[in-house]
Structure formats: structure tokens, C-alpha cells
């Protein structure tokens, strides 16, 4: 069983009953999961289970059947993406997806469109340059000549541009060299402890428990373990599928 969150935390995200898929494939089968402030909370789950399906649906790129998806108390399951993210949805999507001919600061400063009226604006581009130095050593390089590993920490930062209430890491690890992932996650674990609340889907089962609080278990579109972080690190069955290889 899931470790409760705290009485007095409260819910950023709530997906209740969700089912979703393409065309007449159901692939997500009536999954109930939950985030609170200032969480980590990690999807995990093999090729195949599900996470960016999930994603997708809470994002608003594929329609809910069935269900309902609250974002900070208020239900956007029919609402539009765009209007997710000025309702403080911050996405890092798979696969990066820079805009390759604009530079770096064009690329942060589209992350900060939603706010654009906003006085600190300036402020937060200072601050993410300050969470990834490299970036502001290459402000001014467009953003198709980075290195993956670069790439990834620019589409953090874009989205943070926002200011988010959530932010959504979909796969961060992915094709990264292990010093850039550590990085990345030293990142998301500070980023964390200033009290940003975070849904981290990973393949990477290891690196995901290891800076979550909880974490939920995909198969097949269903959840077939949940708890805190610690005791799914701990159990058999985990560690037997996702842990056997090494």
C-alpha cells in the first residue's frame, strides 16, 4: 500500500480512474495516482507500461476517456494544454525538443511566454542560469549545437522559466551519459528542496527511487505496486524486474 501523503500537504495533482489510448486501444486501465507539494513522486515502469501514455493524458495531447485530472484542485481533464501550463504545469518532454535555430536565451525565454507581463522574469532566467552554469556560458550559441546532455538541461530550464506549481520530467535520463544524469538529478533534488513539486516518469527505476519520496509501479497501463520510495527499493518484485540486470 502506498504511503499516505502527510494530513496537511496539499494535492498539486490528483488522477483519478484514468483511461486513455489510441484509436481503440486502451492502453491505460482505470489508474489512480496522486502528487503533493513539495514531492518527488516517480512513475516507473518497463518499455511498453505505459508512463508517457500517462503523460500524455495529463498534459492534455491525448483525451481522457474516462476519469478526471486535477491540477491544483481544479479539474482540467477537457481543458487545453496551453491553459494547463499558465495553471502552473511546467513539461520536460521526451526527447528534449529544443528549438534548434534560436539561441539559448530565445529558447528560456519562450519557456517564460505565460508570464511575460511578470516583473521577476528577468529574475528566474538568472536563476536557472545559475542552476546550470553551462547554459550560461552558451546564452548566446543556438541551441541545435549543444550536446545532448546540454540540451536536456536547457529544456529543464525552460520550463521552469514559468514557474511551475508541477513539473513533469518524461524520461530525463534518457541516452545520457551517467555524469550528466548525476547532474541532472542534483538538479531535480534541489530544485525539490526549495519546494517545487515534482512527477518524475523514469525508466531508469534506480535513479528515480533513489531521489523520490514515493513512487508508483506501471504494468500493462495498470499500477501494480505503490509505496514510498524507500520500500519499493527494497521489495522483491522490484528489484527483481527492474534491479536483476544490474
Not at 489512480?32 to 508517457?52: H, M, P, R, T, Y
Not at 519557456?111 to 552554469?133: I, N, Q, T
Not at 520550463?159 to 538538479?187: N, Q, Y
Not at 525539490?192 to 508508483?216: F, K, P
Amino acid at each position: 500500500m502506498v504511503e499516505p501523503m502527510p494530513d496537511a500537504t496539499e494535492t498539486i495533482l490528483a488522477v483519478e480512474g484514468l483511461r486513455c489510448g489510441y484509436g481503440r486501444a486502451e492502453v491505460i486501465h482505470d489508474l489512480d495516482f496522486k502528487v503533493g507539494q513539495g514531492e518527488i513522486v516517480c512513475l516507473i515502469g518497463a518499455n511498453g507500461a505505459g508512463k508517457s501514455t500517462v503523460i500524455k493524458a495529463v498534459i492534455g495531447l491525448i483525451p481522457t476517456w474516462s476519469g478526471t485530472i486535477r491540477l491544483c484542485g481544479r479539474d482540467v481533464t477537457q481543458i487545453r494544454t496551453s491553459t494547463r501550463v499558465e495553471l502552473g504545469l511546467g513539461i520536460v518532454p521526451e526527447g528534449r525538443g529544443v528549438l534548434p535555430q534560436l539561441t539559448v536565451a530565445e529558447n528560456l525565454l519562450l519557456g517564460g511566454y505565460v508570464r511575460r507581463s511578470e516583473p521577476w522574469l528577468a529574475d528566474e532566467m538568472d536563476r536557472v542560469l545559475g542552476l546550470f552554469p553551462i547554459l550560461a556560458e552558451r546564452r548566446e550559441q543556438l541551441a541545435g549545437t549543444l550536446s545532448g546532455g546540454e540540451q536536456q538541461m536547457l529544456v529543464i530550464g525552460r520550463a521552469l522559466m514559468s514557474r511551475p506549481r508541477l513539473l513533469i520530467l518524461d524520461e530525463p535520463s534518457f541516452g545520457l551519459a551517467p555524469k550528466i544524469i548525476d547532474k541532472i538529478f542534483e538538479v531535480v533534488t534541489e530544485l525539490r528542496a526549495g519546494g517545487l513539486t515534482i512527477l518524475l516518469v523514469e525508466q531508469n527505476a534506480n535513479v528515480a527511487l533513489e531521489v523520490s519520496q514515493r513512487g508508483y509501479v506501471l504494468d500493462s497501463g495498470a499500477c501494480i505496486l505503490s509505496d514510498a520510495a524507500a520500500s519499493l527499493r527494497q521489495d522483491a518484485r522490484v528489484r527483481d524486474i527492474y534491479f536483476g540486470a544490474g
